[in-house]
């Protein structure tokens, strides 16, 4: 496939939906911000809520992570079930990111609860269930009922290792976690859509190996979901056909659920940032750069018929003590503060826009 298909420089294939429903921003750390009395400007250098500055901007959905007892207090239930009422304010739908632990899960780190440290393999599963129909049940409760949840939080060789771990391409133990994380979800709310995601948007075979294991053991799940960063994952081409085969293989909508680029290579406190010097597609780490890009990864989403393109952590600037451990956020920097869509004082980059 050529390049400009992808980036939507020709018609899309007439299988591609051609529209992006969920119009995402993962602003998980937006509480914390605010606490530390962060202030947020729009285009125009007028200050604002920053939900209202994104809306404005195309975003209907925002995404919220859930750890299990944090250090913090924060992504905690309590503070999610507190963000999930002031995202449903506003008129935003809601999708919660069950990591199934106390700190960050990725595809390096699977880490239990500590409550759930010495569990068994069963024991864990009565722990998913009951953990997520918690949660679910609590936001339904006040009356901000999912609109989405996921299961695990990219989770490409499985979660709450080792008993979760696939090994030696063992999928069972993880699909009993994952059919209960599902159950429960239908549980609290029939309607629910339940994802499933893995940073698999570099490989198909990777995400064939990983979706085929999950399904072969019985798993089911409504919407696939993909983190894709250009640095880490590939070109924007191999992302559309990506895309395009997991649609077809598995008869299932696809969502990319993280996304993000710098918009400068400087770094504004001690912590190191996660992106350095990295760009792509020969784009500049810049306001007009970071706006380009996340336009081409959202009209390759929409080429390839996917249904929504969300962008990670775009609140998450330079705040004094919103740092990166969860289990010392006073004393770590961010190692985000150049790919927000706020740059250092708060201003909201003019350039990005969601588009369907």
């Not at 018609?11 to 993962?26: E, I, K, Q, R, W």
């Not at 895309?243 to 290579?265: H, W």
Request: glycine share 10%; aromatic share 12%; with cysteine.
């Amino acid at each position: 496939m050529a390049l400009s298909a992808a980036l939507g420089g020709m018609p899309a294939p007439a299988s591609a939906a051609n529209t992006l429903s969920m119009l995402g921003a993962d602003v998980s750390s937006l509480q914390r911000s605010l606490d530390l009395s962060a202030k947020y400007y729009d285009a125009g250098g007028v200050a604002r809520d920053p939900l209202d500055i994104l809306k404005s901007v195309g975003v209907n959905y925002v995404r919220l992570r859930v750890w299990n007892n944090p250090a913090s207090g924060y992504n905690n239930k309590t503070r999610v079930l507190a963000q999930a009422r002031a995202a449903k304010a506003k008129g935003l739908k809601v999708l919660i990111d069950f990591h199934y632990s106390d700190t960050w899960a990725d595809p390096g780190k699977q880490y239990k609860p500590t409550a759930w440290a010495g569990h068994s393999l069963s024991q864990l599963r009565t722990d998913v269930y009951n953990f997520t129909y918690d949660v679910c049940s609590s936001l339904s409760w006040q009356g901000t009922t999912p609109d989405s949840v996921q299961i695990g939080n990219e989770i490409n060789v499985g979660m709450l290792w080792d008993e979760g771990k696939v090994v030696n391409n063992n999928f069972a133990p993880l699909a009993s976690l994952l059919k209960q994380g599902y159950n429960a979800t239908k549980a609290c709310g029939s309607g629910i859509p339940v994802m499933i995601h893995t940073a698999d948007a570099d490989s198909n075979a990777n995400a064939r190996w990983f979706y085929d294991g999950i399904r072969a053991q019985g798993v089911q799940w409504d919407i696939t979901a993909l983190s894709y960063y250009c640095m880490w994952h590939g070109t924007l081409s191999n992302l559309y056909n990506n895309i395009v085969d997991l649609r077809g293989r598995y008869g299932k909508p696809v969502v990319i659920v993280e996304t993000a680029y710098p918009f400068t290579r400087n770094n504004a406190d001690s912590e190191p940032n996660s992106v350095g010097d990295a760009t792509c597609d020969g784009i500049s780490a810049s306001w007009s750069g970071q706006a380009q890009e996340f336009d081409w990864v959202q009209n390759t989403a929409r080429n390839a018929g996917a249904i929504g393109v969300f962008y990670w952590e775009p609140t998450w600037y330079a705040i004094s003590g919103n740092g990166w451990d969860p289990a010392n956020i006073n004393g770590t920097g961010n190692q985000w503060d150049n790919m927000a869509l706020f740059d250092w004082s708060g201003r909201v980059n003019p350039g990005v826009r969601w588009t369907p």
